[in-house]
């Protein structure tokens, strides 16, 4: 059964950078048929994508945040990461990373997400 | 950028039918698919590519789509599906997009 797990900072500094890991367990992140995801919720509010990568290393990101994202794989860890520079108190969220799809992007496996704080 | 427009609520009596609704420029060209999240939880998949169930999902769900909308249907309304629901798809020009999500209250 696969599983994925985030860790990472619960809390983290304004204008600092966000950084976060996803451990896949229960298969492998080089399979050609999905894509793997991060996606946010501030509280109160609905789902935002962040972005995705392949295992080749292409990414997709949102072209809200493009500008602060990076996404990078490590295939000999099984694990996907994330970074967001900057950050504001608008950064404040619970972060999941999510196995896609690869054709029309489905969200079909999900971790149970991390709540991020930005304060000083 | 591609938009998807969902209802913010939609109250049901148990038993009854739920209707959820997901409207976007020519949505019926898109697959759909929709989550189910319950409080403190992460989403669930209930649909994908319009009308398909994952493994799990009750009968009671189903999808569809055409023209400039998506519906999820919940026949049978218990109170354990009392949720936010979102719609999503993958559009060639602004990758994954959410619908804003809808509250599903049960009476």
Known sequence: ?120 | SYVLTQPPSVSVAPGKTARITCGGNNIGSKSVHWYQQKPGQAPVLVIYYDSDRPSGIPERFSGSNSGNTATLTISRVEAGDEADYYCQVWDSSSDVVFGGGTKLTVL
């Open chain 1, 1 to 120: 059964q696969l599983q994925l797990q985030e860790s990472g900072p619960g809390l983290v500094k304004p204008s600092e950078t966000l950084s976060l890991t996803c451990t896949v367990s229960g298969g492998s992140i080089s399979s050609s048929s999905y894509y793997w995801g991060w996606i946010r919720q501030p509280p109160g509010k609905g789902l935002e994508w962040i972005g995705s990568i392949y295992y080749s290393g292409s990414t997709y990101y949102n072209p809200s945040l493009k500008s602060r994202v990076t996404i990078s794989v490590d295939t000999s860890k099984n694990q996907f990461s994330l970074k967001l520079s900057s950050v504001t108190a608008a950064d404040t969220a619970v972060y999941y990373c999510a196995r896609l799809e690869g054709s029309t992007r489905y969200m079909d496996v999900w971790g149970k997400g991390t709540t991020v704080t930005v304060s000083s």
